[in-house]
């Protein structure tokens, strides 16, 4: 990357893998478990947080030097909420179907741990570039995992991939299902999720030493 | 930077600004935006009011509804009468559609809106519901025949879990309710969203039954409650029908 010294690139990489906010950081779990049944809605949601992940650090760098420490989370919380009203709000006016699908993800992107970590842990001490480099590597290792969890519970669970049937008709009973395979509705529940997060952290370890913690 | 951001006076200060422009600018944005939003709103009501009594345009497995452009002139074409009911008393009323339930219901003496939609000869009405589902509010449109049996159903919801609850509105769903009727023994009792009916490809169109979405159980349980208080509520209407 020409554009991007090596730390700011690492800025990008790092929370793809080694640092990533889900699996090593354990940030963003309730929205891993709850949105994942799908293949689409983690695309949608993983694209939302990175819009508002990297708006809300720019905004929060660029004032960090005038917020009262006292009052940092409250300042924080009033940024991200009031950005993620304006979006919706837009959305609602200028892109209504869009806007229905989204509007289920506005109060998770609100509460989301890996936004208010990322302001806190980066925003608060780095420039507005920067920040908004780490916001983009944060939201995009998540966005990472969300769709790795939604491929297996929607492939599994449902046996349709970003809704479009991909193993046959479990009721005519065509392709796989023709040879009995049924699909698993356990994989629509939320344990399943957190199931699917522990086989990454342990396949993400074995394959990586360096994380193992002594 | 001189500004001493730990004194008191700074914070209450801070406070004070950041909640008076970040307040602006959201007011400032709600009402910009408002007209254009309640106009999207109302497009949305009269295709999910189409939608019920079959005029859309459907792929073969897929909702799709009437463009927003098209919505207005359709609505007028199929849409031939509006009612309200309030007290047992039927008015037409050619604005019934805009009649915001949930306020309805708060209010000691609810009017119930109806519509009548006529296509190819044939008659539908249209009845809009309201409920609750698992987070949060669920909503449709229902329309049935003469004889009580039910012609299109159009579901939605505020906050459904995607991929579980949020599937009442996907089409499969929805189409299983075609053709269930929603009487038995001569009362109305809507519709149940039901879990081992050991009728998955809903067969029997007269046990008042659909199969139920996995994983959806409270969501599912929200929409039969939905479906039999809001069909009872216009039972004298459709009493009427089968009068005549």
């Known amino acids: 990357m020409a554009l991007l010294n090596k730390k700011d690139a690492a800025l990008l990489k790092d929370p793809l893998a080694d640092n990533n906010p889900i699996t090593i950081q354990v940030l963003g779990i309730c929205s891993a478990l709850a949105i994942t049944a799908e293949l689409k809605a983690s695309i949608v949601m993983g694209l939302s947080v990175m819009f508002v992940l990297a708006m809300g650090n720019v905004v929060i760098s660029l004032m960090r030097n005038i917020i009262p420490s006292k009052i940092r989370i409250i300042v924080q919380l009033v940024v991200v909420a009031a950005l993620v009203i304006v979006v919706d709000q837009a959305l609602k006016a200028f892109a209504y179907e869009l806007s229905k699908t989204l509007s289920v993800f506005v109060g998770l992107i609100i509460t989301n741990c890996i936004i208010m970590g990322r302001f806190e842990a980066f925003a608060l001490a780095n420039g507005p570039k920067r920040a908004f480099l780490d916001g983009i590597g944060n939201a995009a290792g998540y966005a990472l995992i969300l769709v790795i969890i939604g491929f297996f519970r929607e492939l599994l669970g449902s046996g349709t991939l970003l809704g479009f049937p991909v193993l046959g008709d479990p009721i005519a009973k065509t392709g796989l299902y023709a040879l009995g395979y049924e699909n698993n509705g356990f994989m629509l529940l939320s344990p399943m999720a957190l199931i699917i997060v522990g086989i990454i952290i342990w396949v993400q370890r074995s394959r990586n030493p360096k994380l193992i913690e002594h | ?244």
């Open chain 2, 1 to 244: 930077m001189a500004i001493n951001t730990e004194k008191n006076s700074y914070t209450i200060a801070f406070a004070v600004v950041m909640v008076v422009i970040v307040g602006s600018l959201l007011a400032f944005v709600s009402s910009t935006l408002k007209e254009q939003i309640s106009t999207n709103e109302r497009f949305e009501k009269m295709q999910n009011i189409l939608y019920a009594m079959g005029v859309n345009n459907n792929d073969e497995s897929s909702v799709v509804f009437i463009p927003t452009s098209e919505v207005q002139t359709q609505f007028e074409t199929y849409i031939t009468q509006q009612f309200v009911i309030q007290n047992g008393q039927v008015t037409e009323d050619p604005e019934a559609y805009l009649i915001d339930l949930k306020r309805e219901e708060a209010s000691e003496n609810p009017r119930l809106p109806l519509f009548v939609g006529e296509k190819d000869g044939k008659k539908f009405y249209i009845v809009p519901m309201r409920g609750k589902g698992l987070w949060d509010a669920i909503w449709g449109f229902v329309s049935v025949d003469d004889q009580k049996v039910i012609q299109g159903a159009y579901f939605d919801h505020k906050g459904e879990t995607p991929g579980l609850g949020a599937n009442i509105k996907m089409r499969y769903f929805m189409d299983d309710f075609i053709g269930e009727s929603i009487e038995k023994n001569g009362a109305i009792v809507g519709v149940t969203v039901a879990k081992g009916n050991n009728d998955p490809v809903n067969e029997d169109k007269y046990d008042n039954e659909v199969d139920a979405l996995a994983g959806a159980t409270i969501t599912g349980n929200g929409l039969s409650a939905m479906l039999s208080t809001s069909l009872k509520k216009y039972e004298s209407f459709f009493n009427s029908l089968s009068a005549q």
